[in-house]
């Protein structure tokens, strides 16, 4: 009997395929064609995280219409009732839901991807994606509710007699400046929140105190000038400015230098965001 085994040919092992990771530099350090090929993966985190977001919840999607509804209604009884905030000869409820608006975004959208990296260590630590995609991706499920909150804001214009004019159309340019906002702040928080758990208990501090400290109940006219320019070094002052701007028209033009310096001051930090965010990724896999 002969021996197959002698005759059979032998079939090589391929061999494996190895995945190197390297730091780059400079412009580099983000590679745009790979976030590109993985924008299905950034699709589909989005849409997972809308739907986690109100599939355990009791009223669901109503909170989206219950909360800015009772912040604003708030806002409206006690600054704009009993305290008589200025509004520029605009309902008030009006002037709240329009600066409202742009801020709940930022503020559920920065507080997310803060925590995002954190809270997808099991698949970091398992798949390889680009890392970038998870605090950018969870800063877009908010669209939704922001989308819910248009809605509010249009039906409020209509029942104070607020005139829709062209000026609405920048509603969309504003609300990407708010998207690229949280972006810019969850990048950094999210990959500081690796290194240092605290993060998760400082961002809602500043999240509360933000929102007094943004001309969300009032109109940044009321700060005296020589303390606007200061002022708009909170990047969402450009933002809220914008949005009243689009709602009420050219009767609520932004401080333009004040306004400059805060859209400044947002691709300052997305860009800074980025890059920081790359150099703090080569050690996520050993703090997570």
């Not at 669209?143 to 004019?165: H, K, R, S």
Request: charged share 10%; glycine share 8%.
């Amino acid at each position: 009997m002969s021996d197959t085994s002698t005759n059979s040919a032998t079939v090589p092992t391929p061999p494996m395929r190895e995945r190197v990771l390297r730091a780059g530099h400079g412009m580099g350090m983000v590679d745009f064609d790979e976030l590109w090929r993985y924008r299905e993966l950034f699709g589909f985190l989005i849409w997972r995280d809308i739907i986690v977001r109100y599939k355990q919840a009791v009223l669901g999607i109503t909170w989206a219409v219950l909360q800015p509804v009772l912040t604003v209604a708030i806002f409206t009884f006690i600054l704009g009732y009993l305290a008589k905030i200025p509004s520029g000869g605009q309902p008030y409820v009006v002037l709240a839901m329009a600066g409202l608006l742009p801020w709940n975004y930022f503020a559920a959208a920065m507080g997310e991807s803060s925590n995002s990296v954190v809270g997808a260590a099991r698949i970091i630590t398992k798949v390889y994606f680009p890392r970038l995609i998870i605090p950018l991706s969870t800063a877009m499920n908010g669209i939704l509710d922001f989308c819910i909150g248009c809605g509010l804001l249009f039906t409020l214009m209509l029942w104070n007699a607020v005139p829709f004019t062209w000026y609405l159309l920048l509603i969309p340019p504003f609300f990407v400046c708010a998207v690229i906002a949280a972006m810019a702040i969850g990048l950094w928080m999210s990959a500081l929140s690796v290194r240092f758990r605290d993060v998760k208990y400082i961002v809602p501090f500043f999240t509360r105190i933000g929102i007094y400290a943004s001309p969300v109940a009032f109109s940044s006219a009321l700060v005296p000038e020589k303390w606007r320019l200061l002022y708009s070094l909170n990047p969402m002052v450009g933002v809220i400015d914008g949005f009243r701007w689009a709602v009420f028209g050219a009767e609520f033009q932004p401080y333009w230098p004040g306004f400059a310096l805060s859209m400044g001051i947002v691709v300052l930090l997305f860009v800074s965001g980025m890059y920081f965010f790359k150099t703090m990724e080569r050690s996520f896999g050993d703090l997570i």
